[in-house]
């Protein structure tokens, strides 16, 4: 069964996130809500039919097989997973952080305690260049937009402190270790532009969605802008520099 309510899914989310069972309080103040409001949620969520386990003053779980069916994973496998979502936990990117968190819990509690290969037990550790860049509370904005296909009005200051005002269509962001980088259609421009997310501030996500499939926008940026494949390519060490004002020669890291 798969919870289909945001506020419930919400729910769901922190329960299996957390081993042991988690109080309505505990709930009502991570997600924002009344206890009552829990409450309310926990027994719509039942009357559907989840396993949700617990009572009032003692704490709630959400019993196995709700948000994924059995999985197993072969050694390389687990490792590949934790691996990746430590990366993305080390990240300065909190929501992203706290939803590797979840994601992990979620596989972990799917597999059940009989799994052969614990993902707790990897034997990798993500350990990838420490970041003290705190990712803005606009990369989430973004990355929403990015999914439901909306166009952005953004207002961006470029390395010479100049800025400029534009209605773009995001369709991907590139994450270097110290770097984000927007991938956007630039409607002034008529063309494929990279913005640094932590050089923009975003005014408006429009109600309006862009005419173009983002599949199709992502295989002409990937086609018709090579520029893409030197940003994949582009070592850590040479964005880093960039970041601090240092050009990096034959690139478009930055719009221009």
């Not at 081993?19 to 409001?37: C, F, H, I, K, N």
């Not at 003053?57 to 994973?73: A, E």
């Not at 496998?77 to 990117?93: I, P, T």
């Not at 207002?155 to 980088?181: G, H, M, N, T």
């Amino acid at each position: 069964m798969r919870c289909r309510e945001p506020a419930a899914c919400s729910i769901c989310s922190a329960c299996c996130a957390r081993r042991p069972p988690v109080t309505a309080t505990d709930l009502a103040q991570e997600l924002g809500m009344s206890v009552r409001s829990i409450y309310r949620d926990i027994d719509t969520l039942r009357a559907l039919g989840a396993p949700v386990e617990g009572q009032a003053g003692v704490g709630y779980q959400l019993g196995s097989g709700f948000f994924l069916p059995d999985l197993t994973f072969s050694a390389d496998e687990a490792d590949a997973l934790v691996l990746g979502l430590g990366w993305v936990r080390q990240r300065r990117d909190r929501q992203l952080a706290a939803s590797s968190d979840s994601a992990l819990a979620k596989i972990e509690a799917a597999r059940g305690v009989s799994a052969a290969v614990p993902l707790a037990g990897a034997p990798t550790v993500a350990a990838a260049s420490a970041s003290t860049r705190v990712d803005p509370p606009d990369a989430g904005v973004l990355r929403d937009a990015v999914r439901r296909q909306h166009k952005v009005t953004i207002r961006y200051r470029d390395l010479k402190e100049v800025e400029s005002e534009r209605q773009i269509w995001p369709i991907a962001i590139v994450y270097f270790d110290d770097v984000r980088l927007l991938a956007a259609w630039c409607e002034e421009r008529a063309a494929f532009r990279h913005f640094r997310i932590d050089r923009l501030v975003v005014t408006a996500v429009l109600a309006e969605r862009y005419p173009e499939r983002r599949s199709a926008l992502v295989a002409r940026w990937r086609a018709q802008d090579r520029d893409w494949r030197t940003l994949l390519t582009k070592s850590d060490t040479a964005v880093r520099h960039y970041a601090v004002g240092t050009p990096v020669a034959g690139s478009l890291l930055e719009e221009r």
